[in-house]
């Protein structure tokens, strides 16, 4: 096997593995519950179920690909799983294979490129000239597999204003609470290889996408900013998100201007593309569900297409709780998942999941035998090395022992301190899989 692993700066290799070991979700918290076991057996069948090269493989066995020149190009963090699972068996021209994290690939030969996330930098701009370096290789009788998963927005990029002015709005996006949709959908209109752009660039080449979605609704071009899906969005609404966040003074000068229409439904070049989405959200509630009713609770799904500030999620969920208390029998979970997003206005340290369960801190203190816990699929929530927390009816009376007030934490944005002094940060490592994220909420 030859991998060449190209970055400004190299990073080490990181194993993910296959098998989620119900270990890699314990917390102080959980260990306290007599429920523990099946809880953590759950979030691991709930992870299993969605591991991308599972998924690649039960595509791969119902439709098996054409008899062509093969070329791969993997996008996103569970890039590798992906092509490992389709190279089974299957004799490959070539791959590229753009990650944030690379694990060892079973493909004979493969170019392997580490990009930047979430803020596009030196290395996604690297992964985005490659990709059109390995596109223009292709003609219209060879087929191209794309394996698409989240974070290729920002792992990839060929940006229509400079590398400085994307990084601005990126951020300005991120802190005004924008949601991914929104985000992507002005990202496709400023880069020559999303919103179908890709599409455009492979010469004729047929067209296979598989799509492992980490977008809630699980729209096709909003997944990775939609490199090989017709853009529905116009320019108009780019300038609509703009305005709703009063981000014209705030973004550079050259955005506006640089704004490219993206490639329509009706453009015919996608006449040999197909786009086919193998894993989601849905797959892994329904997961977790299902081991939960095995295992003699109620459990119910409430909702699968989650956004909204993480805090009011986090609060209104424990109040769903609280209200479901009358009136199911114990033990009980409601089940839900989407992304949230987090509006920042301190200087802490956190994720959008940690930030959900420090918003049911305060509503759910002095409850007997609940629990709420929020987990990023990914393994990584927020710049830290957390997956997510969990929360219970003691949480604000632990840390109230521990001189810790939640609400200055949340004003702060720095529910990783607060949750990693309880010992109640659930922390998985990168999973090589990421379909946005889980809330269980129980009353045991």
Known sequence: MRCIVA??????????????EPSRFSTASLRASPFDETIR??????????????????????????????????LGKAACAMTNALADG????DALVITKYASPLTVESATVILGDHPIPGESSLRAGTSAMEFLSRLTKDDLLVCLISGGGSALMSAPLISLGDLQILTSELLKCGARIDEINTL???????????????????????????????????????????????TYADVLSIIE??????????????????TAKPDNPKFSTVQNHLVGSNSIA?????????????????????????ARDVGKEMARRLKSD?????????????GETTVTLAGNGRGGRNQEVVLGAVGELAGLKDVLLLSIATDGEDGPTDAAGAVVTGETAHRAEALQ?????????????????????????????????????????
């Open 41 to 74: 057996r759950a979030l691991a069948a709930a992870f299993d179920a969605i591991h991308p090269g599972a998924a690649v493989k039960k595509y791969l066995r119902e439709h098996p690909l054409p008899d062509k020149r093969k070329f791969v190009l993997g």
């Open 404 to 444: 810790m007030d939640w609400k200055s934490f949340q004003s702060a944005n720095d529910a990783y301190t607060f949750f990693a002094a309880l010992g109640d940060l659930i922390k998985t490592g990168p999973s090589g899989t990421n379909v946005n994220d889980i809330i269980l909420a129980f009353a045991l």
């Open 285 to 309: 509630l329904g997961t977790a569900r299902s081991h939960l009713l095995a295992h003699g609770f109620y459990a119910e799904i409430v909702n699968s297409n989650l956004q909204g500030e």
């Open 90 to 93: 299957l004799t490959l021209t």
């Open 187 to 233: 990202r496709r209109h400023l880069d020559r290889l999303k919103g179908g752009g890709l599409v455009e660039l492979s010469n004729g080449a047929q067209v296979i996408s598989l799509i492992l979605s980490d977008v809630v609704g699980d729209s096709l071009e909003a997944i990775a900013s939609g490199p090989t899906a017709p853009d529905p969005t």
């Open 244 to 261: 709703k966040y009063e981000l014209k003074d705030k973004i550079p000068a050259s955005v506006i201007p640089a704004l490219r229409e």
């Open 325 to 337: 208390m009358n009136s199911r029998p114990r033990p009980f979970c409601l089940l839900a998942g």
């Open 7 to 20: 970055r400004a700066s190299i990073i080490a290799a990181v194993e993910t593995s296959s098998v989620f």
